[in-house]
């Protein structure tokens, strides 16, 4: 039987086709559904058109999007999913998070997820890490049920304060956190 897995998706634009080419190779193991803040599903970028992303999402699932406020409160008392992956996971969300501020899709099934006692995995990504959003995530290090794919410094001479996640490590990441264990090392070099 499949793990339930739930998949939120926030803005760092620019890593989406990373993850969705890494999402793809979970579709034998994991039952997908997806979580979307409304940035990510109504905003076109130069990195692609929300239209395109949605239809992507249902390539990989068979499940509704939840797209709103509405559908992600229903996530708590339904108890259905094993666990969840938020990834790429910006800067302004996971300060959402760690702050308790549930006003949008994500954070919302986020705070869900933590209320039935599931694994959250973080995918950072941001161009501010090592700056001020550096605090957030490590609250988010240390916070009950919290576990991270491993990051690095993307691009240290021009953005040193940058960092994105090592996408091609959801898979182990995800099996790791299953068994109570963060994948090590968390920081790493670039590749």
């Known amino acids: 039987m499949k793990d339930k897995l739930l998949v939120g998706i926030t803005g760092s634009f620019c890593n989406h086709e990373k993850v969705f080419k890494e999402l793809e190779k979970l579709t034998d193991d994991y039952e997908i559904t997806f979580v979307l803040t409304k940035n990510v599903s109504?905003?076109?970028?130069?990195?692609g058109l929300a239209s395109e992303l949605l239809k992507r999402c249902q390539q990989l699932s068979n499940n509704n999007i939840i797209l709103n406020i509405v559908e992600a409160e229903k996530i708590g008392p339904l108890n259905y999913y094993d666990l969840m992956i938020v990834v790429p996971c910006s800067a302004n969300s996971l300060s959402r998070i760690v702050h308790g501020a549930y006003d949008c899709p994500v954070s919302l099934c986020v705070k869900a997820m933590v209320r039935n006692k599931k694994k959250i995995i973080i995918g950072l990504s941001?161009?501010?890490?090592l700056g001020i959003s550096?605090?957030?995530?490590?609250?988010?290090?240390?916070?009950?049920?919290f576990f991270s794919l491993p990051i690095y410094q993307d691009d240290p001479v021009n953005k040193p304060n940058s960092c994105t996640s090592c996408y091609e490590l959801i898979q182990e990441t995800l099996s790791l956190a299953k068994k109570n264990i963060q994948i090590q090392p968390v920081l790493r070099e670039k590749k």
């Open 42 to 47: 109504t905003r076109d970028t130069r990195f």
């Open 126 to 129: 941001s161009n501010d890490v």
């Open 134 to 145: 550096g605090v957030n995530f490590m609250k988010c290090l240390n916070m009950k049920y």
